[in-house]
């Protein structure tokens, strides 16, 4: 069992980071901050996870919120997708292992992943409405949100959802709140199985480790750890029984990165544009300088008079 | 003996009406609307632009309105395309104008220049970029409208995949770029051009500016007796 997380002393405590940890602001740069925070984790093992929903239950209660009574859709997922509410959901697949030929019963907590680098701040347009701290948090400032759905069109496995409460987008926080004053993230600590387990992010791949040699002496000869290297690793990792195909575990990206697509959108092709529109504008004030206005002549007058008085 | 007194504008015997007052009306809401898009969109184009959304009350207003003023925009340009397609088709003389565009560029320079109906070549290739842009900007704006979407899945069950909304900002931000340097030529012609804006301003242009720039609908007016002579006073 991994050490679990003493309880909190209740007594008011000032927050362990903040502003000054940033090392990422949509939109907008931050100076180099003083300190480095360690790393933090969480890491969901899924071979542990019974699908209790015991972390969605933990998620909605720690961040006050309600999901919409759903409908049954013929899965165990519930709500079937993630939305502004359900900021984490179990995705249940039924999948038939080729070489057993046995019903493998795949569970994975689906959220925001906390990417080294993340596709929602690239793609961003408001000023420090993703930010990203030392300790790889990364965190949707409400307030300074416009509710675009960039973050969204960035994200390489889609995450953010917008309200249609407020117009702003919402996803896992990893609970910066409460890691902020030294606790796990609400969904760790309601997990009985110790799927999920919080902690430095070097403490959480030596439990990894452990993890996937005990699954390769029981016969998955393929477990791993999914901290995909496309997006400079993340801050919320899953053990996989069958790490070679990530995708089985209800489309998990098998080698996530920000899409080029996104990238070109975003990249130096903005100074393009903007230097495309103002040569347009250097050009007509050039051709202004260089030509002068063209103005209609006395004769021009003259010419258009006669031949009115010709017709007439 | 040539004209040198060019500072001052000459007297104008002759007025020709170019559009009507519902053209007209139509032209500024197009204009407008334009002009509040390019200034909400390039907000959210880039950072250093970002400023730009406090014209609109905030970020969020900007984000909200941007849509719905495009919207306006596509169905009021399809009024101005309606009016104006007929006279925008390509002809032979467009060519022989586009081969000696030197010409159009100097003041004076008309001579060399084939004589030109309502429009010449230059203003059809306003016509049509914007045409196809306005279009291209509508479809891939409705792919990446958050509210939008929503509307139209509830509506319509239309649902747009991540990937095709990441092409469409690509296509938008492109097209809008595109929009903008061919609205910059649109609205520095008619400024060089002197004597152009009268006909979005007042309807009616000199005599003298329809012979000077198009010489053949200034025929086709005269012979249509469509024509005002303000200094005969009848
Ligand atoms: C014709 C209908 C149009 C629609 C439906 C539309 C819709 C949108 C939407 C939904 C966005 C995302 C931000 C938001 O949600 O407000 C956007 C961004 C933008 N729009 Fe439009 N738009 C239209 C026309 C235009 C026009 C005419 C221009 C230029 C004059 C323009 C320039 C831009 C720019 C520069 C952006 C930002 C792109 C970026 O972030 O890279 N749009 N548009
Ligand atoms: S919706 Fe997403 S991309 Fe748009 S401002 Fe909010 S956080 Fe940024
Ligand atoms: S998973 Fe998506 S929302 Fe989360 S940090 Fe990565 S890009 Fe952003």
Avoid at chain 1, 218 to 239: E, I, Q, W
Wanted: hydrophobic share 40%.
């Amino acid at each position: 069992m991994f050490p679990p997380i003493p309880n909190p002393d209740v007594s008011v405590q000032k927050p362990g980071f903040g502003t000054q940890d940033l090392v990422r602001r949509s939109a907008s740069t931050v100076p180099v901050p003083t300190r480095q925070l360690t790393p933090v984790a969480k890491l969901i093992d899924v071979s542990k996870c019974i699908g209790c929903k015991a972390c969605q239950a933990a998620c909605l209660e720690w961040n006050d919120l309600r999901e919409k009574v759903g409908e049954n859709r013929g899965s165990y997922d519930n709500p079937e997708d993630l939305t502004p509410d359900s900021l984490t959901v179990m995705r249940f697949t039924e999948w038939i292992n080729p070489e057993t030929d046995t019903l493998e019963w795949l569970i994975r907590k689906d959220g925001c992943m906390h990417c080294a680098e993340p596709g929602c701040l690239e793609a961003c347009p408001a000023p420090g409405a993703i930010v990203q701290y030392s300790n790889g948090i990364v965190d949707f400032i409400h307030e300074n949100c416009i509710g675009c759905g960039y973050c969204i069109k960035g994200c390489p496995f889609n995450i953010p959802r917008i309200s249609r409460v407020d117009n702003t987008a919402y996803k896992c926080t990893l609970c910066s709140d409460r890691v902020a004053v030294g606790q796990g993230p609400a969904c760790q600590k309601a997990c009985p199985t110790q799927a999920i387990v919080f902690g430095t992010k070097d403490e959480m791949k030596a439990w990894a480790d452990a993890r996937i040699k005990d699954l390769k002496a029981r016969g998955f000869d393929k477990a791993g750890l999914y901290d995909p290297p496309g997006v400079s690793g993340t801050h919320v990792m899953y053990v996989l029984h069958h790490a070679d195909k990530p995708h089985i575990y209800a489309s998990l990206p098998d080698n996530p990165r920000i899409s080029p697509l996104v990238k070109a959108w975003k990249g130096a092709g903005k100074y393009a544009g903007l230097g495309v529109i103002a040569l347009s504008v250097v050009a007509g004030a050039l051709h202004y300088l260089t030509q002068g206005p063209n103005r209609v002549t006395k004769k021009d007058e003259e010419e258009a008079e006669q031949l009115a008085e010709k017709q007439s | 003996m040539t004209d040198q007194t060019v500072n001052q504008t000459p007297e104008v015997h002759v007025r020709v009406p170019r559009y009507s007052g519902s053209a007209r009306i139509n032209h500024w809401i197009v204009a407008i609307s334009f002009s509040l898009l390019a200034l909400s969109g390039l907000a959210l184009f880039h950072p250093s632009l970002f400023s730009l959304t406090a014209l609109f009350g905030g970020g969020q207003m900007a984000r909200w309105l941007h849509p719905w003023l495009g919207i306006l925009l596509a169905m009021s340009f399809f009024g101005l395309f309606i009016r104006f397609v007929s006279q925008n088709f390509p002809e032979r003389t467009d060519i022989v104008w586009l081969s000696r565009i030197r010409y159009a560029l100097t003041p004076g320079g008309e001579e060399y220049l084939p004589e030109v109906g309502k429009y010449n070549a230059g203003q059809k290739f306003v016509f049509w970029s914007q045409a196809f842009l306005i279009l291209v900007l509508l479809l891939s704006g409705i792919c990446i409208w958050e509210r939008g979407l929503h509307y139209l899945e509830a509506a319509v069950g239309f649902r747009v995949s991540i990937e095709t909304m990441r092409w469409a900002a690509l296509i938008h931000a492109t097209a809008a770029v595109m929009t903008i340097v061919v609205f910059v030529i649109h609205v520095y012609s008619a400024f060089w051009v002197r004597g152009t804006i009268d006909a979005m301003t007042r309807g009616s242009v000199s005599g003298g500016w329809g012979w000077r720039h198009h010489r053949r609908w200034l025929r086709r007016k005269v012979r249509e007796g469509d024509v005002e002579r303000p200094s005969n006073g009848d």
